[in-house]
């Protein structure tokens, strides 16, 4: 069983190589949720969200999720790798543009994959490269209007990047959001229920409006200790995925023992913010100690 | 190599599938109820444009007004004029386990399906007939459910890791062994959803310079996989073995399109079992093609695994053939199994290359542990291995109420599609209007139905899918009958020209051939 001490072919170690963030996977009152829902509903769904696969756990953790992000609606997938993959390509299309990090991470460049958008690469965390592409697109802009006016613009970061470990600057994005008329979608992957005061994520940390955020999506596999992913945002853009989220309409909902652990995972967090603080001071202690 | 010799050489037993030809009448009926609702939503859609109706759906932020719309108007036009009418078939919520039957919650709407209110009351016992629950599986109780939930508290819930890095647990590891025994396979490996196993691991497969046969109505999860791998996508016909072989001809002999190099690869991708037809795949005949021009087989068994086949074990033990023919066999853990997840199983080379060069490997969380006990104890249990005969039970259950469904509303005189054993039923409906009708009486009648419509069928094709169960007893069927009959009497969706003359109580005989009359 993978908590803080694992044991590896036979041997015990202190694990350093999962994402247990807040330490959940292991705690009694998500597993008793998980087997008081195992006893209600069985282990599977037997069908995908349309046709009788949605229970009333997963309609539950979708307005715990959305409250809990103060955004107007919450949709859920059944595995975190498809929720991104899926995202991306339900809105931007072929002839579409999307400025995109280059040290995005593997489920992001499968939805760009998937969508057959035109994807411009700007540096890692690097505004002014950023800035340089939308300049450059303006331009274009201005020989052919009417295409332009058709054409439509999505910026992709994660919040914390998987790859390297730094965070992205949002107040800047969201600047040249409002310049340049371009949409973000944020991936919250490794930053829900890590930055921000009360786990919000990146958009509490630096404090910034949630609604100037259009999509943001995120996986629970990681800081909520269960299966699966979410994106949340106003009804207007999370409707649309489920009639056109591939990974939503075609497959499986959801195990309900999953959504249940999630759910209780979610009220931990809720009752004790201060878990937050103490991550942060381990994190800031390893990173001085290894920086010598 | 042999030649391929007509039907009767491949065939061990009787192979019967109809697509009854849809009528003159209801096509053109059909197509009218359609351009009626398509005037109707430009009507509307103009009324809401001049503010002479309220807009009812939900409208972008105020600061954003200037964007680029997200949206074009046109691509939402089917969802918001014809989806929106019928849209209380589908989504419903249920508050029990998803078995033959099924407690839902009821819903209402008093503006016409734009927004649901929850009334709180439950509806109890509604027949399931839309759940994929093939063997029954999907139980509160019993062992599968205790020994998941001794593993849920053993090992807790989520996995936090990938299976390269710490997510491969020795739980994961007995998985694999027993899936490769089930399937007669050398070795197997398991992913965390099905639909993600299609398409991270046909791009690990095949990639530029290869060419990919699909079936004209594959899922989309084989779509997505051959379009992100990069290679050469050609279509033939459902089920067609001429139009796969002539593609198969013309790829040999003209090559790579510009360049005229041979194929690096050339991979036949199928399903067993196709959801939406209800259609089993011709396996003897293509494998006899793919051994004739040395290609590959993928074969996708998300519906047939559980739930053909004397042991259970597919449609390769169906047809009875060797599962060394087929080069990858690929499956799903949610229909029959009761649980989630996908795998992978063929020669061990195979395996081992893809446990290291696979994208979910890599990059993807492994199943949860109470899942993966889930579907160890249900795997036991239709092998035998437990002790008891209750898994050759259920697929004998299975099969037996297939037969019977099938012949029975046969007998009524609807048209429904499909091979005769497959567990997946459509029945016809074609028109806009009798989906909506359809679905919502049968819900009156407590009985729980799955309708489809565009999208996910051709425009005029519109059917209600029933999907039997080894859990339905002899008497929910035959209620279930009994309110379809009087539905497709009140709707009058009998439309089927060849009717069966109703047989007498003949004792369950497998080579009975039925006489029809025109």
Redesign the interface.
């Known amino acids: 069983?993978?908590?803080h001490i694992?044991t590896?072919n036979g041997k015990e170690c202190i694990?350093f190589?999962?994402?247990?963030f807040l330490g959940l996977?292991?705690s009694e009152q998500?597993?008793s949720a998980?087997?008081a829902s195992?006893?209600?509903?069985?282990?599977?769904?037997?069908?995908p969200?349309?046709?009788?696969?949605?229970?009333?756990v997963?309609?539950e953790l979708e307005e715990r999720l959305a409250k809990f992000m103060r955004t107007e609606e919450a949709i859920i997938y059944?595995?975190?790798?498809?929720t991104i993959?899926s995202a991306i390509p339900a809105?931007s299309k072929r002839g579409d543009i999307v400025f995109v990090d280059e040290a995005a991470?593997?489920?992001i460049q499968?939805g760009l994959?998937?969508s057959r958008s035109n994807i411009k690469l700007f540096k890692h965390n690097d505004m002014a490269d950023l800035e340089r592409l939308l300049k450059e697109q303006e331009i274009e802009d201005q020989k052919n209007p009417r295409k332009?006016?058709?054409?439509?613009?999505f910026i992709v970061v994660e919040g914390l990047y998987m790859n390297t470990g730094d965070i992205c600057p949002l107040p800047e994005l969201i600047k040249l959001k409002?310049k340049y008329?371009?949409?973000v979608f944020l991936e919250e992957s490794l930053s829900f229920g890590v930055l921000g005061e009360h786990g919000r994520g990146i958009t509490e940390h630096f404090g910034i409006n949630i609604?100037d955020i259009d999509l943001i999506s995120a996986n629970m596999?990681?800081s909520?200790?269960?299966?699966g992913g979410f994106c949340c945002g106003?009804?207007?853009?999370i409707?649309?995925q489920?009639?056109s989220g591939?990974?939503y309409?075609?497959?499986?909902s959801?195990?309900p023992?999953?959504a249940a652990?999630a759910i209780e995972a979610l009220n931990i967090i809720e009752d004790n913010p201060d878990i937050f603080q103490i991550l942060r001071d381990k994190c800031e202690r390893i990173h001085i100690a290894l920086r010598g | 190599i042999k030649d391929i010799v007509p039907n009767g050489g491949l065939y061990k037993r009787p192979f019967n599938e109809a697509f009854e030809e849809t009528p003159m009448l209801v096509a053109v009926l059909t197509y009218v109820g359609y351009g009626v609702l398509t005037l109707f939503g430009y009507l509307r859609d103009f009324m809401r444009q001049w503010k002479i109706e309220k807009c009812q759906h939900a409208t972008e932020r105020e600061e954003q007004k200037d964007f680029v719309p997200l949206y074009q108007d046109f691509e939402n036009f089917y969802n918001r004029n014809l989806y929106m009418r019928i849209r209380d078939s589908w989504n419903r919520p249920i508050c029990s386990v998803p078995g033959a039957k099924v407690d839902m919650m009821e819903r209402v709407s008093y503006d016409y399906n734009w927004t649901f209110t929850y009334t709180g009351r439950v509806i109890k016992g509604i027949i399931n007939m839309g759940s994929y629950n093939y063997l029954g599986f999907a139980q509160k109780d019993g062992t599968c459910q205790e020994a998941a939930a001794e593993v849920l508290s053993q090992y807790g819930a989520g996995v936090c890791s990938t299976r390269q890095e710490m997510g491969n647990l020795d739980k994961h590891e007995e998985l694999e062994k027993l899936v490769a025994r089930f399937l007669g396979v050398e070795s197997a490996m398991t992913y965390g959803m099905g639909f993600a196993t299609n398409s991270m691991n046909i791009p690990a497969l095949v990639g530029k310079g290869c060419l990919i046969l699909s079936d004209e109505l594959n899922h989309a999860s084989l779509v997505l996989g051959a379009r992100l791998s990069g290679a050469t996508i050609r279509i033939f016909k459902h089920n067609n073995m001429q139009s796969l072989e002539k593609l198969l001809k013309d790829a040999i002999v003209h090559g790579q399109p510009r360049t005229r190099r041979p194929w690096k690869k050339i991979l036949i991708l199928v399903e067993g079992i196709y959801s939406m037809e209800g259609s089993i795949v011709r396996l003897p005949e293509v494998i006899a093609l793919k051994k004739k021009y040395k290609s590959y087989l993928y074969l996708d068994e998300a519906h047939s695994i559980g739930a053909l086949g004397p042991g259970g074990r597919g449609v390769v033990e169906y047809f009875g053939l060797s599962p060394e023919d087929v080069d990858v066999m690929m499956g799903t853990f949610t229909k029959s199994f009761g649980a989630a997840g996908g795998y992978i199983g063929g020669k061990k080379e195979l395996i081992d290359y893809l446990r290291t060069y696979s994208h979910s490997a890599v990059y993807a969380t492994s199943l949860s542990p109470p899942v993966v006990q889930q579907i160890i104890t249900s795997m036991k249990c239709i092998m035998g291995e437990d002790g008891t005969t209750v898994g050759k039970a259920r697929v004998q259950q299975l099969a037996e109420n297939t037969r019977y469904f099938r012949r029975r509303l046969k007998e009524m005189g609807f048209i429904i599609y499909g091979n005769e054993d497959s567990p997946v039923v459509p029945l016809m409906l074609y028109m806009p209007a009798k989906i909506g009708a359809f679905g919502r009486e049968m819900l009156k009648r407590n009985i729980g139905v799955v309708v489809v419509g565009f999208p996910a069928t051709p425009i005029i094709e519109s059917r209600a899918r029933f999907c039997l169960s080894a859990a339905h007893t002899k008497e929910m069927l035959d209620t279930a009958l009994k309110e379809i009959n009087e539905v497709g009497d009140l709707l009058q969706v009998k439309y089927s020209r060849h009717r069966l003359v109703p047989l007498l109580d003949r004792p369950f005989d497998e080579t009975t051939y039925e006489e029809t009359e025109d």
């Open positions: 069983p993978p908590t694992i590896v694990n190589a999962s994402f247990n996977l292991n998500v597993k998980a087997q195992l006893k209600k509903y069985g282990v599977g769904t037997c069908g969200r349309g046709f009788y696969g949605t229970f009333d997963h309609l059944s595995y975190g790798f498809a993959a809105y991470c593997f489920a499968k994959q998937a332009a006016r058709v054409t439509r613009r409002y008329k371009v949409r609604d596999e990681n909520l200790a269960s299966i106003r009804s207007f853009i409707d649309h489920r009639l591939q990974g309409c075609f497959s499986a959801l195990p023992l999953l652990a």
